[in-house]
């Protein structure tokens, strides 16, 4: 069947928003700031399907068993097709490729933009934009996440509000990509502008990203509300609180509490984890109507995502007993009315309880202190309790220790592959905590 005979079927017959797409009449303020990252639909078709079908039967086998999706750093579409093989090196050659349709023009042959090999699907967020980890789209059973070996193809994205693009993966052209099973392919991907998406996230010795982009650092050990998100999706709620604690001159994130509706997801060092007070609940789980999934890598990296719909989540995720959180997608329909330690939405100012404008961190991380007027979310409470005010290291001893500690080059070196605008926090923090696994970790 001709790909494009049947494509108002196929777009309208399973459809996934990977982010929110404002409306085409939306103006956006030209006063606020807004970040311009990609919208993805997916969409597959049993009419795809069997003529695909079809045309592989002369094929003996196929090695390709799972599909991912995410932001590349770029801001384009990027599309992870993982090979299982039996052999003892990976074997994916540049002859290997996929057929690929954009619009309405002729398939096309198209080679992988890279690879790379025993990498779980749950550390590859580094190759994506903000760090995400990508999104499943399709897998082949047991097969998946054997030998976690990727060749990724990349599409670009297009400027904000432009017509989208739309691309279709028919099917891999050889052994290494051919799927083996009868869903893999075909898979359709429309990418489209979007202009009021944004990263939150807080990790390592506290390290805060606004909804602007914009680094700051609070230091206190107590209890601090993260997000306080009353509207979230149409009144359900949401409010995430974080609790740090002081070592040796610095401090870290032991304990990340994420309330949806009535439900609460307490999640501690090292992957310790509370579902509404049952301790290490059966996952995956839900939470205020909402999947989610838990995954941990070598024992030390745990991380569970809250899956909001149209490729918003929620990631908790621990290393050792350092925890972080990351909002990916955030969107001005279910975050514009948010406060706390990231800001505004969007433009990430400082503003307090009662709107008012700060520009001392040490005083805005104080001013969101957990109070007794908030939600109660940690199981157990901890001291410092409100009307206490949070416990600041003395920076004259924190200076000492990290002169004690590892050396700033080797630090350097061992941070060296972190994005630029993050090196110095990993620096930090392998310097602060003498951890040179921090590093190793990567970036959130």
Not at 153 to 174: H, K, L, R, W
Not at 210 to 230: A, I, M, P, R
Request: aromatic content about 12%; charged content about 20%; glycine content about 8%.
């Amino acid at each position: 069947m001709p790909l494009q005979s049947s494509w108002d079927q196929i777009i309208q017959s399973s459809q996934f928003r990977f982010l929110h797409k404002p409306k085409a009449a939306q103006k956006r303020p030209s006063s606020t700031s807004f970040f311009c990252f990609a919208t993805m639909k997916f969409s597959s078709s049993i009419l795809f399907a069997a003529s695909l079908f079809v045309a592989n039967l002369g094929a003996t086998f196929g090695h390709g068993v799972q599909m991912l999706t995410c932001i590349s750093p770029a801001g384009g579409l990027r599309v992870f097709i993982e090979h299982w093989h039996e052999h003892t090196a990976p074997a994916i050659s540049p002859g290997d490729t996929i057929q690929i349709q954009k619009n309405t023009e002729t398939s096309v042959p198209t080679a992988y933009t890279g690879t790379v090999f025993n990498v779980p699907e749950t550390s590859l967020g580094y190759l994506c934009k903000g760090n995400a980890i990508p999104m499943h789209i399709a897998s082949c059973g047991s097969k998946a996440d054997t030998y976690n070996d990727w060749g990724w193809f990349d599409f670009p994205s297009v400027d904000c509000n432009a017509p989208s693009d739309t691309y279709t993966i028919e099917q891999g052209n050889t052994v290494v990509f051919r799927e083996d099973c009868s869903h893999l392919y075909p898979q359709t991907f429309s990418i489209s502008g979007i202009c009021d998406a944004a990263t939150g996230r807080i990790g390592g010795d506290p390290h805060i990203q606004t909804w602007d982009k914009k680094w700051y650092d609070f230091h206190g050990q107590c209890d601090l509300v993260f997000l306080e998100n009353e509207e979230f999706n149409d009144g359900q709620g949401m409010d995430i609180h974080v609790r740090t604690t002081a070592r040796y001159q610095y401090s870290y994130i032991e304990a990340a509490a994420l309330r949806i509706g009535d439900d609460v997801l307490q999640v501690s060092s090292h992957g310790n984890y509370f579902l509404n007070a049952i301790g290490q609940a059966s996952m995956p789980a839900t939470l205020g109507g909402h999947n989610v999934t838990y995954s941990v890598d070598d024992n030390k990296k745990h991380t569970f995502v809250t899956h909001l719909g149209d490729g918003r989540n929620v990631v908790i995720q621990t290393f050792k007993d350092w925890v972080n959180v990351k909002l990916d997608a955030a969107d001005m329909k279910n975050y514009g009315n948010s406060k706390g330690l990231l800001g505004e939405f969007p433009t990430g100012d400082w503003v307090g309880r009662d709107n008012s404008i700060f520009t001392n961190a040490n005083e805005f991380g104080q001013e969101w202190q957990v109070r007794d007027t908030d939600a109660k979310l940690f199981a157990v409470n901890r001291e410092p309790q409100f009307p206490q005010k949070c416990v600041m290291p003395d920076p004259k001893s924190a200076a000492r220790r990290l002169g004690e500690s590892i050396a700033k080059a080797t630090a350097e070196r061992v941070c060296d592959h972190w994005a630029a605008d993050e090196k110095d926090l990993c620096v930090f923090d392998v310097m602060a905590s003498g951890d040179l696994e921090h590093a190793a970790a990567g970036a959130f």
